[in-house]
């Protein structure tokens, strides 16, 4: 076996030393932090990418450089495995190993180590498809990562400045190219023609919809809805706003997808714009969430969230299978997070099977593939819908016996196609939304009267050590610090049940706690239409998360002087 080219590793390893005064960690989201600390990790993730790449038979790996719906000073790196999925987790601690190695001779030793653990061929090819999204730090950090390709001798395709799902869109492409799998043209292009392709299909002969608002976030979203309105041609008129993606200090502020879920409202520039009852949507920083909204007559803000989404599309490809005839055959399950309103739970449960699992795309994704088609949503808006191999197969060959479910069976068909299976995308999520309320001749209020989402609220406690929290049954308990659990319990019990949990962020050095209120209608005597608003049971979720938060930071240690005043 040959082995690595210590040499010239060392030469470029030493152009890119480690801050010593920082730890850097593979999180759900790769690594993310400021962008001026990260030079060392993209070099190392890049020679990463290419080990990774040796093991697995010279199939291509992704890199995308991001820090999606963050600020914009920070940035980030992950790395997208041969289908156009997550990294394996197993390589995520290699991946911690190798960015904390303190010197370059640490590092060598760390890829050694790596090499003979894993068992890579370190003589096979090694190639690597990666892009940026539209920081201003991302230049420089791209030419970090490609010094670690340089080092390892990678083949390395330069993606340019494009969003996370189609990154993942070209490595699952490029990997299945003249393959009975293939996944579509491995180029951009490739990818709008796709989506575009599939949706006029599904539109077809339907009432063109009326303008649909993109908020892009002033992110890459931008370039790619612009592209992809091309595309669209006037299948779906388009109107984007946020789009300054070369303004510094815009990116993501008050706007995008983020912004618009933890602060549920609309993004305050587009108050203006937007008719009553006109369809909006955010996109985030890397358009892989989606949040969409409207607002009525009297100018108050309706969300549809991921739920939502998984509301709608689950119950669309329900229908599909069943008038396709084969409900028999071909089943549909949903996955949810902790995060799932109570009340999307209560609606998707009386409709077919749901599973619930920790935070992080990676959960989802596995617990979808084991249905014949897996919807999954996180709340934050990423999600998608897998069609499993058998499942498509099964599409291809079914003969109809009648017009109606011949058609039914061409909707599914097109849906494998406009549906991005590799990641959730905002983009193709949000076509997949319009396909829906196009066959449903839904406006927003219909979509959104699916179900009445419970009051809700989300809190932040900032801690020394987040690892000291650990949780358990899909991150709906706590199982340490001992004894904060039945604390809780005992609140939320006083507060006359509704839910609470608290789980460690996997992105941030803080705590998050969720509180939901059990019940949502007559709370003042009014209907109760959506979560905005002034209901007693605002109030109280808010008060029980306030409280939750409080018990976590005293248990945590916080330093009393320091609590902040709204903790109860
Ligand atoms: C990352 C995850 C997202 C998750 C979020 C939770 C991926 C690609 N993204 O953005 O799925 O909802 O982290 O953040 O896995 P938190 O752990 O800080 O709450
Ligand atoms: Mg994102």
Redesign the pocket.
């Known amino acids: 076996m040959s082995k690595l080219p210590f040499q010239t590793l060392k030469a470029f390893s030493d152009a890119h030393p480690k801050p010593s005064n920082r730890h850097f960690q593979y999180?759900?989201?790769?690594f993310?932090t400021l962008g001026s600390t990260l030079d060392s990790v993209m070099f190392r993730v890049g020679v990463l990418a290419g080990l990774r790449s040796k093991r697995l038979d010279g199939k291509t790996i992704g890199v995308m450089v991001t820090a999606?719906?963050n600020p914009e000073q920070d940035n980030g790196v992950?790395l997208v495995d041969p289908r156009g999925e997550?990294l394996e987790a197993s390589w995520e601690g290699h991946a911690t190993v190798l960015a904390n190695a303190a010197t370059t001779d640490e590092f060598l030793t760390a890829l050694d180590a790596l090499v003979k653990a894993v068992k890579i061929d370190v003589s096979k090819p090694a190639r690597v498809v990666y892009a940026r999204d539209t920081r201003s730090s991302g230049p420089a950090l791209v030419a970090a990562l490609e010094d670690g390709f340089k080092a390892l001798g990678i083949e390395a395709r330069d993606a340019g400045v494009t969003t996370?799902p189609i990154l993942h869109y070209l490595v699952k492409a490029i990997n299945t190219k003249g393959t009975p799998e293939s996944y579509g043209e491995d180029s951009e292009d490739g990818y709008y023609k796709k989506l575009s392709g599939a949706f006029k299909k599904l539109v077809a002969g339907k009432t063109e919809p009326e303008p649909l608002v993109i908020d892009c976030a002033n992110g890459v979203g931008a370039h790619a809805a612009a592209k992809l309105a091309e595309y669209l041609g006037n299948s779906i008129p388009l109107v984007l706003e946020n789009i300054a993606t070369s303004t510094p200090g815009v990116l993501n502020e008050s706007c995008g997808a983020d912004y618009v879920k933890t602060t549920q409202r609309l993004p305050p520039n587009l108050v203006d714009k937007l008719k009553p009852g006109q369809r909006a949507c955010s996109l985030d920083g890397d358009a892989?969430?989606l949040m969409y909204y409207y607002l009525d007559e009297r100018g108050h803000f309706y969300m549809l969230d991921g739920d939502k989404i998984a509301a709608l599309v689950a119950a669309f490809i329900v229908d599909l299978v069943r008038l396709a005839g084969l409900d028999s055959e071909i089943k549909v399950g949903v996955v949810q997070?902790a995060?799932a309103n109570g009340a999307s739970t209560k609606y998707l449960s009386e409709r077919l099977p749901v599973k619930c699992v920790p935070?992080?795309?990676?959960?989802?994704h596995h617990a979808a593939e084991h249905y014949n088609i897996g919807v999954y949503f996180?709340?934050?808006g990423?999600g998608t819908v897998l069609f499993s191999p058998t499942t498509q197969e099964k599409l291809a060959k079914h003969e109809p016996s009648t017009p109606a479910q011949s058609t039914a069976l061409n909707h599914l068909i097109n849906l494998t196609q406009l549906i991005n299976q590799t990641?959730?995308d905002a983009l193709s999520d949000m076509l997949l939304v319009e396909v829906v309320l196009t066959h449903k001749s839904y406006s927003g209020v219909e979509w959104n009267s699916l179900y009445a989402d419970l009051p809700n609220r989300l809190v932040k406690v900032v801690v020394s050590d987040r690892n000291a929290f650990r949780t358990e049954d899909a991150e709906r308990r706590l199982v340490s610090p001992h004894g904060l659990q039945t604390r809780i319990d005992e609140l939320v019990r006083r507060y006359g049940g509704g839910r609470s949990f608290v789980?460690?962020?996997?992105?941030?050095d803080?705590v998050?706690v969720y509180a939901e209120a059990s019940v949502r209608s007559q709370a003042d005597g009014k209907d109760y239409p959506h979560v905005i608003g002034t209901s007693t049971y605002v109030v109280f979720v808010t008060e029980l998360a306030f409280r939750v938060a409080g018990l976590v930071y005293d248990e945590a240690g916080g330093d009393p002087s320091r609590r902040p005043k709204e903790f109860l």
Request: hydrophobic letters at 20%.
């Open positions: 999180g759900t989201a790769g993310r999606s719906h992950k997550m996370t892989d969430r997070t995060y935070t992080g795309v990676k959960h989802l996180e709340a934050n990423h990641v959730g789980r460690p962020s996997g992105t941030e803080v998050r």
